[in-house]
């Protein structure tokens, strides 16, 4: 079950991560491609600028994940490592905190015993790395599957304002790519609340808003320009 859990945990980590990619490559590019269609028409000039601000930020998308993501297996190995040590060091103690664990929990001092010995005697480490330290020993998690998954969701995310913009007749493609973009993010909003189990509403409008300021912001500046 708790091989299950975790498989479960990493799989919607790195769903959240695509999701949040996607949303940053929306907003990102959108803010780009918008900010230089208020300094210019020239559809080559935003091709451009769209494509560049796509690969960019889809590498950095991806690089930021992997070594955040590194960051923490690393940690959990190294809290394994030291767990390892402490039960070659005192296992008789290690069986009263893990014991002690679970009547915080709500057994009782004699069942609680019983569970950790029983739990200790099949998987020692395993059984502390998971009801002390939240880790699983056999399953960390993967620093190649987040940095690709917000890879490609950033690019996905990233295509819909270029398209937008590109495709567009010139007099409307700023609006049209603005409205489109909103209604995107309020989607991503959407999931993401829906991901972690947070209320939708204020996660939408959060996105939507963010979204339309950077949008409004970005013109401006190329409209000066």
Do not use: C
Not at 3 to 26: C, F, P, T, W
Not at 175 to 191: C, P
Not at 204 to 214: F, K, P, Q, S, Y
Request: hydrophobic share 50%.
């Amino acid at each position: 079950m708790e091989h299950a859990e975790s498989g479960m945990n990493q799989k919607l980590n790195v769903l959240r991560a695509g999701v949040l990619g996607a949303n940053d490559g929306i907003v990102s590019t959108a803010g780009i491609v918008i900010g230089v269609a208020g300094a210019t028409t020239n559809t080559m000039t935003l091709l451009i600028s769209g494509l560049a601000g796509l690969v960019a930020g889809a590498l950095s998308m991806g690089g930021g994940e992997y070594v955040s993501v590194s960051t923490q297996k690393d940690t959990e190995k190294a809290v394994v490592e030291a767990e390892k040590v402490r039960l070659r060091e005192d296992y008789d103690g290690e069986v009263t905190e893990l014991a002690q664990i679970y009547m915080k929990n709500g057994l009782s001092e004699e069942l609680s015993r019983k569970v950790a010995v029983e739990l200790m005697n099949k998987d020692a480490i395993g059984a502390h790395a998971a009801a002390e330290l939240g880790v699983n020993p056999d399953e960390y998690v993967n620093p190649w599957h987040a940095a690709f998954s917000s890879m490609i969701s950033f690019s996905i995310g990233a295509i819909l304002p270029l398209l937008s913009i590109l495709l567009m007749p010139e007099h409307v493609r700023v609006f049209f790519t603005f409205f489109t973009v909103l209604i995107a993010l309020g989607l991503t909003g959407y999931i993401s609340a829906h991901l972690g189990g947070a209320p939708k509403r204020p996660a939408i409008i959060r996105n939507v808003l963010v979204g339309a300021l950077t949008m409004v912001i970005t013109y401006t500046v190329g409209n000066l320009i």
